[in-house]
């Protein structure tokens, strides 16, 4: 007999002790009670990374348990790093012994997982070298690695490609440098804040992301010895410093787990207080999911989201960098647009093929059209882009149950908003990819009332 496929689903699954690979759902029940949600996944891992730079341990606060730590717990352990967990939620990181890995090391641990490619300052810091294999990640369109690429070598490092993946050197040490990024990537972003800090001189880096996780980042920086401030208009200066020491942090609460729920809560005609969710980091969701005829009470220890009754109304959304609609909202939210009256129009200006989970929701009843090259409108602020997407969603229209599989980590927690308002029954598959980056999602779903069991 074969032996069976292990996929990064699998892997991912296990890495947080996930014992099934499929949840069985029984839906159209409203979801009600209250979650919590810790530390943010797109800053802790990052987090975990900075520690490398530090001569002293570090102590990161509010980790979330979820499969994504646990590589760039691998990959700092292969590094020579000691990563301790006192408590749950918290990591103890002590960068005295790093070490050189090996190509076949890293690749292994790294599974599906973009965080190596941020090791590369680091690294080229600590070590002289750095080896990153081929990235995987979400297939959600093409996330070319170019920008970290262009920005190392501005730096001084020497970038060589092989069939492994890329060899990063750096003979002369690494320099301050101009950079302007031609889009304001996150990742780019935090590849030149991690670079940047040890560098000999300024680096002054225009068009840069300024998500509240990079925000969040500089914070843990300047806590370690680093010297950045900020200029209008997407610019940041960086004077390098010639040694920083670990830092202790609370990571920032996970906005994007927290608008997952709320959509939730909307789609299943329910309610959810999400602890630990704030009002600043979310105001722009805010306004959406109310335009939508979402009702939210703002608490000091987290925010209250419900459907309120009556008719859900459409909306027209834009995705954009911060400030604006994160890309990571729009596939959850578009659950609960199938059952607003009318028309609605979700433009996605960030990634081109992030619609590819739409056609499971269609085979489960939805009204969803997506036009491959975008669509004009007077309305719209975001300027056009090239290869953007956009999704019409017309309903109402009852969803009903379906056996379909998780695509990515974002379009898999949808599916399991869709299976959870849908009358009937669903199969949900692959649900390992939802761990990178929800923690202890059946246990949530189980606190709230949901009807499900899982198989293996």
């Known amino acids: 007999m074969a032996a069976p496929l292990v996929t990064d689903a699998h892997r991912a699954g296990q890495r947080v002790g996930l014992t099934f690979d499929k949840l069985v759902i029984d839906g159209g029940k409203p979801l009600r009670g209250r979650v919590d949600v810790r530390g943010a996944k797109n800053l802790a891992t990052k987090a975990m990374v900075a520690a490398l730079l530090a001569d002293t341990p570090s102590t990161l606060l509010d980790v979330p348990d979820i499969s994504d730590v646990k590589v760039v717990t691998g990959m700092l352990e292969a590094y020579g790093v000691s990563v301790a967990s006192p408590e749950p939620g918290t990591l103890i990181l002590d960068p005295a012994n790093v070490e050189r890995a090996h190509f076949a090391q890293i690749d292994a641990l790294a599974g599906s997982s973009r965080i190596p490619i941020l090791f590369c300052g680091p690294l080229l810091h600590r070590l002289g070298e750095a080896l990153i294999p081929d990235l995987g990640g979400c297939r959600i369109g093409d996330r070319p690695i170019d920008f970290h690429m262009d920005a190392l070598r501005a730096f001084g490092a020497i970038v060589d490609k092989s069939y492994e993946g890329f060899r990063l050197t750096a003979p002369n040490g690494l320099k301050g440098a101009f950079i302007d990024l031609p889009y304001p990537s996150v990742g780019a972003t935090e590849q030149v804040l991690l670079t940047a800090v040890l560098a000999e001189g300024v680096t002054e880096l225009k068009n840069a992301a300024i998500e509240p996780e990079i925000m ?26 010639e040694k920083l020491h670990g830092y202790t942090h609370r990571a920032l609460f996970d906005r994007n787990e927290a608008a997952s729920w709320a959509s939730a809560a909307l789609a299943t005609r329910g309610d959810i207080f999400v602890a630990g969710a704030k009002q600043q980091e979310l105001m722009t969701f805010l306004n959406v999911f109310r335009k939508a005829g979402g009702a939210f009470d703002v608490r000091e220890d987290g925010i209250r989201f419900w459907h309120p009754g009556g008719a859900l109304k459409p909306v027209q959304v834009e995705t954009d960098v911060h400030p604006g609609f994160m890309t990571d909202w729009q596939q ?94 669903s199969t949900i598959s692959n649900v390992g990819i939802i761990s990178r980056g929800y923690e202890h999602f059946g246990e949530k779903l189980e606190a709230l009332g949901a009807d499900f069991t899982v198989e293996s």
């Open 332 to 425: 959850p939210l578009i659950i609960a647009l199938t059952q607003a009256e009318g028309v609605s129009v979700v433009h996605e200006t960030v990634y081109e093929n992030r619609f590819g989970f739409t056609s499971a929701l269609v085979d489960m009843g939805a009204d969803i059209v997506v036009h491959k090259d975008g669509l004009e409108s007077i309305t719209r602020r975001v300027p056009r882009r090239p290869l953007e997407q956009a999704a019409v969603i017309t309903g109402p229209t009852p969803l009903h149950g379906a056996d379909v599989v998780v695509p990515d980590l974002r379009g898999g927690f949808s599916y399991l908003i869709a299976a959870l308002a849908a009358r009937g029954r």
């Open 216 to 241: 969040d980042l500089v914070a843990i920086l300047q806590k370690m010895g680093a010297i950045i401030w900020m200029e209008p208009n997407r610019t940041i200066f960086i004077e390098g410093v």
